[in-house]
């Protein structure tokens, strides 16, 4: 049944009857056909032509009345026709809002939902029984900037249709709703050698508290505005379990005392001053050599000095006059003759002599150009 907002109309062939009812709602109702009231025309017996007139007129009053309680009742059943729709709002697990719907039909017949502007939320093609109430929820994770509403077109079995609508305030979505999620900390398990020693170790930094229980379990609770990823807000830890690894016997290692040499300490020298007799007399040795080309020229000298004794090979040298080098290598040394005299300066002389071979005079004179 439509509901429409017209006047009401008769027709030669039969009566409808339009009266107003609710917006979107119309009931329509047809009558019996209309009898002729009289003939206008006729001149004959107007008398009882008036009355059979005035008796048709007050059926048709009669008629109209009637028809017309009998469309404001439809119509009244047809305005009543609607659901009510209503939201609350929780905070969702995991962060965002829980929007719960409650859906009442007024009715006590069977609708259809046949339209809606949150079909997520509640589905086309929903029924809701005779005057039963359904809750719908949805998940909304983002804060609505305007109030948010929910409208449902409805059709019940008796054919009438309504739409209607239920909001929800935004101030109704608290911000403290709107959570962060953050990964579960890892927690080391330090377990010594030894039996029952399994603990927890440092809980990593993070936006959460911890606290270590009393039989070793370890609770760690997110701080406000942040849940965890399994949409949990505190996550306990069970007590961890222990090895009982025992610990390695350790054998103290023997210990040798160093032997310690005590250093030898060597005195030292000391050389007693030199006393000389009061006329010891310093003397000073001198040598020198010749290497010419060839073996021949091979000469060496010591210097004639009184108080010293030169030797070579083990021989005396004479002093003063040049010696031919019998060997490549000549060592001459020199000592104070007795102690009556003291040598100073170099004692020792090493006389290389080479065998480089002396240049050839030619047979022939050069050429002077004379």
């Known amino acids: 049944m439509s509901v429409v907002q017209s006047s009401r109309s008769i027709s030669d062939t039969g009566r409808q009857w339009a009266y107003p009812g609710n917006l979107g709602s119309t009931c329509t109702m047809t009558a019996a056909p209309q009898e002729r009231l009289f003939d206008a025309s006729s001149n004959d017996n107007k008398t009882r032509g008036g009355r059979v007139g005035h008796r048709a007129m007050s059926r048709v009053v009669t008629l109209v009345l009637a028809v017309g309680f009998a469309v404001v009742g439809i119509a009244g059943a047809a305005s009543a026709h609607h659901n009510t729709i209503s939201g609350t709002v929780a905070c969702a697990t995991g962060g965002g809002w829980t929007v719960t719907w409650s859906v009442a039909n007024s009715e006590q017949i069977t609708e259809t939902i046949t339209s809606s502007n949150r079909p997520s939320a509640v589905p086309v093609g929903t029924t809701l029984t005779a005057a039963q109430t359904k809750t719908f929820a949805e998940t909304v994770t983002a ?9 449902l077109g409805a059709e019940w079995t008796n054919g009438v249709k309504a739409s209607n609508s239920g909001s929800i305030p935004v101030a109704s979505f608290s911000d403290s709703c709107n959570v962060t999620k953050v990964a579960a900390p890892t927690v080391p ?3 010594d ?11 990593p930094s993070g936006p959460w508290t911890s606290v270590t229980n009393a039989n070793g379990s370890l609770t760690v609770t997110a701080n406000q505005g942040y849940v965890f990823d399994n949409g949990q807000t505190v996550l306990t830890y069970p007590v961890p379990t222990d090895s009982n690894q025992p610990c390695p016997v350790v054998t103290p290692p023997v210990v040798t005392p160093p032997v310690v040499t005590p250093p030898v300490v060597t005195p030292p020298v000391v050389t007693p001053p030199e006393v000389l007799p009061a006329e010891v007399r310093v003397v000073r040795a001198a040598a020198k050599h010749i290497d010419k080309c060839g073996r021949a020229s091979d ?3 010591v210097a004639k000095s009184s108080g010293v004794v030169y030797t070579a090979n083990g021989k005396v040298l004479r002093e003063g006059v040049w010696l031919k080098a019998k060997t490549r290598t000549v060592t001459v040394r020199a000592k104070a003759a007795d102690s009556t005299y003291l040598l100073k300066g170099k004692q020792v002389w090493r006389m290389t002599f080479s065998r480089k071979a002396c240049a050839q005079v030619p047979e022939f004179a050069p050429d002077t150009g004379a």
Request: hydrophobic share 35%.
């Open 143 to 151: 804060k609505p900037t305007s109030a948010l509403t929910l409208t």
């Open 299 to 301: 000469l060496f000298k």
């Open 189 to 191: 398990v330090v377990d």
């Open 193 to 203: 050698c030894g039996p029952g020693n399994a603990h927890y170790g440092t809980v």
